[in-house]
């Protein structure tokens, strides 16, 4: 008991000294800082605007200028970046493509489906409604053979055939309702 008690008290130990560092070594770097703030702006102005112009010289060599100071081993280190470089571009855009390309498969692999399903259906209902004129024709002609359709009413004739008959008649009924306002005309202008 007494050996595994003093390696749970060890590590504890080694952590509770370096929390005690790094706390200390904290607080000497804020009281440094609060002695002379000045100081480390601009030891972080300067590191920072060399890393500026790193930056630019670089984007400049990767854009084709300012090649001529190079060396042949800068050179060559450059090449070797931007063949990098495009390696990964092509890599991605190729990645893109055909993630495009199986997504396009996928899309149109559903639309034929769709368009199969459409196609199940309208055959379908032209069964059907095949179907259903071969039945109405059965039962028309079932109909026909065994009613009889209504025959229009008898009409006496007398003197004359029937349709003549009746065109007269209306003419005579025209001629009635449109007489009293045919004559009111003429004796108005009459007058």
Known sequence: ?????????????EKILERYERYSYAERQL????????GNWSIDYHRLKAKVELLQRNHRHYMGEELDSLSLKELQNLEQQLDT???????????????????????????????????????EREKTVAQQ????????HGLNSSFLL?????????????????????RNELDLTLEPIYSCHLGCFAA
């Not at 009281?31 to 000045?38: C, G, I, K």
């Not at 071969?134 to 028309?140: L, M």
């Open 133 to 140: 004129q071969s039945q109405w024709g059965q039962q028309d």
């Open 150 to 170: 209504p025959q229009p009413p008898p009409c006496l004739n007398i003197g004359g055939t029937y349709q003549e008959d009746a065109t007269e008649m209306r």
């Open 31 to 38: 009281v440094a800082s609060e002695s002379d703030p000045q």
């Open 85 to 123: 470089a495009l390696k990964l571009i092509r890599s991605r855009k190729n990645q893109l493509m055909y993630e495009s390309i199986s997504e396009l498969q996928r899309k149109e692999k559903a639309i034929q489906e769709q368009n199969a399903m459409l196609a199940k259906q309208i055959k």
């Open 1 to 13: 008991m007494s050996t595994s008690g003093k390696k749970l008290i060890v590590p504890n130990m």
